[in-house]
């Protein structure tokens, strides 16, 4: 077990370097320089000389393998740089966003697990009745919808035409005049239309693999000796179904993560979301590398914490996986 984990540690450490190394070269083959001569050069503007100096000053008139092992250098030395466009450290920024990102993660989550399993439950407890055909045409549906376009429609529906959510940000105009439970109410009414567009998707997957593991789990045997206990259909899933479709379950749990932190850009974006998604999206196009490389550097190693996690939690799970 313990060899198992020190493989994956390793396994992972090498997939960030990876993953920061191609990112780091993708931003150096986009078009355009964040400090162009031919943008910044004029008669009221800055001169050559200074140019050539803030260039130097943030190793751009090094080759890009120098430029690589440079931010390397100083992030193994906990220094994430600072942003090109307001000089303020990455690692500020990035903590300044980070906890809109962390509570918009959470409950999307929550939301996620909260439908996902009860609706899956509900659907294998009558395999092939109206409501389990009627969960999986909704699901499906749900699966296929492009986060853009629903979140555009959420918008349309529930803001512009109904007026019963806010359309972007995470607070109203008048915020600073509410009182904290009132501020409370308004920052959750913002929150609704974001979280709902981040969990769908994975709503969707999940009820479904909820389904098929819990019949897989209460088939054959189990089932046959849940009924001889006395207990019912419904009974059988809850005893032995969700005890063998844990171990799956903990599985998806890395996926799942994986899904949460790459819609939270879109998600961000659409709905103009102040969290780290919407940071992303701004440095990329202002090329401001040190901002990009930061975050991109916090997703993947929430991502590889989350499959860590799942991988230490499947070994708890499972015996057989521990001895392994």
């Known amino acids: 077990m313990a060899r198992a984990l020190l493989l994956r540690s390793a396994s992972s450490a090498l997939t960030l370097l990876l993953v920061t190394l191609i990112v780091f070269l993708l931003l150096h083959l986009l078009p355009g320089d964040p400090f162009s001569e031919d943008e910044l050069v004029g008669p009221r503007r800055l001169t050559r000389a200074q140019v050539a100096e803030i260039r130097a000053l943030y190793h751009l008139d090094e080759p890009v393998h120098r430029q690589y092992l440079l931010w390397l250098q100083d992030l193994l030395r906990g220094d994430l740089g600072a942003s090109f466009q307001d000089r303020r450290t990455v690692a500020s920024k990035i903590a300044e966003r980070l906890p809109v990102t962390v509570t918009l993660n959470a409950l999307a989550l929550a939301l996620m697990v ?19 055909r009627a969960a999986g045409a909704g699901t499906y549906a749900l699966y296929a919808l492009p986060v853009f376009w629903a979140a555009l429609l959420l918008q349309i529906v529930f803001s512009a035409r109904l007026g019963w959510l806010p359309l972007l940000g995470l607070a109203s105009d008048r915020a600073a005049e509410l009182g904290a439970l009132e501020r409370l109410a308004d920052r959750a009414a913002h929150l609704v239309l974001p979280t709902v567009c981040l969990a769908y998707p994975g709503l969707a997957y999940l009820s479904r693999f909820v389904r098929s593991s819990l019949l897989e789990g209460t088939s054959g045997e189990f089932e046959r000796a849940g009924r001889a206990r006395g207990l019912t259909a419904l009974g059988v899933l809850v005893r032995h179904g969700f005890r063998l479709a844990s171990v799956p379950l903990l599985t998806l749990a890395g996926f799942l993560l994986r899904h949460l932190v790459a819609g939270s850009v879109l998600v961000e974006w659409t709905f103009a979301i102040p969290g780290l998604g ?45 001895h392994a």
């Open 114 to 132: 909260g439908l996902s399993v009860p609706l899956g439950t509900l659907a294998a407890w009558r395999p092939g009745s109206g409501l389990d």
């Open 278 to 322: 919407l940071l992303f999206v701004e440095a990329v196009l202002a090329r401001d590398v040190p901002v990009v490389m930061g975050l991109t550097l916090v997703s993947s190693v929430a991502t590889l914490a989350g499959t860590f996690l799942a991988d230490v939690l499947y070994a708890a799970a499972d015996p057989r996986v521990r």
